[in-house]
């Protein structure tokens, strides 16, 4: 490697926003790849350097670094139970709970070594080769490794077990990667400070295996989180398909509104629409006027429907990041048409008139109750003399 000063002109910038990105949201936590590496890489360069060199204006610099990061990684203890949880939930190996329990132990040694006055500086990396040595080493980071990848007893790699158990929550997915992110980075951490104090000969293949490793578990958890939000509908549908069957409900608003938030509690980055309406009428006569075709969608796939075992049926489409609609065209297409009994042929007729948009039709002689969660502009919903109408872009 290039000294210390060299080293540190040119990654300066990268590990202060490695520092920075520890502290960002889960969100942008468990998205980011490789920006983490110049941190990690500076625990090898520096530990040399704080102990030969403690007062010299490198080892400060990077003792403020290591100082913020451990800000960053405030209360990774609650965190470290948290994943213990998960994994008891998950059936993932309990001994995995006592490993993270090592490496935050190792990590707590390794800063006090950091942050020793000058003449306790010897006796405190002492300690910390002493204590990493006693406690497995890096058997333990490995093994989290293994877990995560699958290279385990049981099989499963980690994360698919988490999205799995989680059934595609993006937001618990996002804080599990979150926090498993962090621990990696305390159990790496510890591993580049023993390599560096320890076994600098070979200080610089650890410095290698542990970027590739890490970022190998970004890409897993990148790809976990888009497992989420690329397959939220399917998902979204196998929801409400469950709570329907726990609890058919009635045409009403109090129902219709605790479908919609169910949705938007789990998936609050997309904006949803409800129809709920009866799919046969106690009266018999109203079936007949309503027709067989008595709703129907035109535009695009972002829609599903679910029919409750009291014959209600709930009709939800949705848009992500959908854009303003021009109202007054929407009017002046719904009055050029002559809208008749067929609603499937309404909806695609007026999807024709209007691409980019989902549009939904069902009878007048059907009593709808309407909820949604997106911005006005982007949404429109109204009675009309032959049919209800929804709206909105895909």
């Known amino acids: 490697m ?30 980011t790849v490789g920006q983490l590496h110049p941190v990690l890489e500076a625990v090898f360069v520096a530990s040399s350097e704080i102990l030969s060199n403690p007062e010299g204006q490198d080892a400060r610099y990077l003792t403020e670094q290591f100082s913020m990061v451990n800000q960053k990684l405030e209360g990774i203890q609650a965190e470290i139970e948290q994943i213990a949880l998960e994994l008891q939930r998950t059936s993932l190996n309990k001994q995995n709970f006592d490993r993270e329990a090592q490496m935050l132990s190792q990590y707590e040694k390794f800063q006090d070594f ?28 490995d093994a989290l490794y293994n877990a995560v990848t699958g290279d385990n007893t049981s099989g499963d790699p980690m994360l698919e077990t988490v999205v799995s158990t989680e059934q595609r929550s993006r937001r618990a997915v996002e804080d599990f990667c979150a926090r498993l992110k962090k621990l990696f980075v305390v159990g790496i951490i510890a591993v580049m400070g023993y390599a560096s104090l320890k ?47 726990e609890k058919p409900g009635s045409v009403d608003l109090d129902f219709t509104k605790s ?27 109203f079936n007949w006027l309503a027709g067989k075709k ?21 009709v939800i489409s949705f848009s992500v990041q959908p854009k303003p609609i021009n109202k007054g065209q ?17 909806a695609q007729v007026l999807s024709r008139s209007l691409p980019n948009c989902l549009v939904h039709a069902v009878s007048h002689y059907k009593e709808v109750v309407e909820t949604n969660n997106f911005q006005e502009d982007c949404y429109y919903y109204g009675k009309h003399k032959k049919a209800y109408l929804c709206i909105h872009p895909e």
């Open 2 to 31: 290039t000294s210390v000063a060299e080293w540190l002109v040119q990654n300066r910038g990268k590990i202060e926003k490695g520092v920075e990105i520890m502290g960002q949201a889960s969100a942008v936590l468990a998205a």
């Open 114 to 141: 950091v942050n020793a006055k000058p003449k306790f500086k010897e006796k405190k990396m002492e300690k910390f080769l002493s204590h990493y040595e006693n406690t497995d080493t890096d058997l333990n980071l």
């Open 199 to 245: 076994e600098g000969v070979v200080g610089d293949e650890m410095v290698k295996k542990w970027q590739e490793r890490m970022e190998d578990v970004e890409n897993r958890m990148k790809a976990a989180v888009d497992d989420c939000t690329e397959n939220f509908a399917d998902q979204a549908k196998l929801d409400m398909e469950h709570q329907l069957q």
């Open 259 to 285: 479908l919609l938030d169910t949705l938007v509690k789990k998936y609050d980055w997309v904006s949803w629409s409800i129809r709920v309406f009866n799919d046969k009428e106690r009266i018999v006569f």
């Open 294 to 314: 008595y709703h129907g969608r035109g535009g695009g796939a972002n829609y599903f429907d679910v029919l409750t075992k009291n014959n209600i049926k709930v």
């Open 330 to 346: 929407i009017q002046q297409e719904i009055e050029g048409q002559k809208l008749k009994g067929n609603m499937m042929d309404v």
